[in-house]
């Protein structure tokens, strides 16, 4: 891909606002496109039950599970989404950062079609 062509996709997707934390409940609604490795952008991450997040065609898992109890995330997180922005590392890495210092590794999970865990 090109320079430009990546900048393309990449303004594209910013302007359409199609990246955007998923939630296990409502996978559908939440459809996003892949942006270029390495792009960070906005992102409302899910955080009640928000362990999982689907980046393009891609499901990605936390490294370490936020949810501490009834899916609720703990104290200092907003529910149930905390805004901030997801960088895109490599196509099997992702971190979420927000403004409050808070930050999340996300794995990708190979050959995933959908969210291991539905909460209600």
Known sequence: MTERAGTIIFALTLAAGVLT????ADESADAVRATPSGRTIPFNLYTHCGDEVRI????FEAETPLPVGSGN???????STQ????TLKTE???????GAGHEV????RPGASGFK????
Request: proline share 6%.
């Open 83 to 86: 805004r901030g922005t997801m």
């Open 73 to 79: 995330p703990p104290e200092e997180w907003d529910n």
């Open 92 to 98: 099997t890495e992702a971190v979420f950062a927000d």
């Open 56 to 59: 393009g065609s891609t499901y």
């Open 21 to 24: 934390g998923c939630s296990q």
């Open 105 to 108: 590794k996300f794995r990708a």
């Open 117 to 120: 865990d539905l909460c209600s």
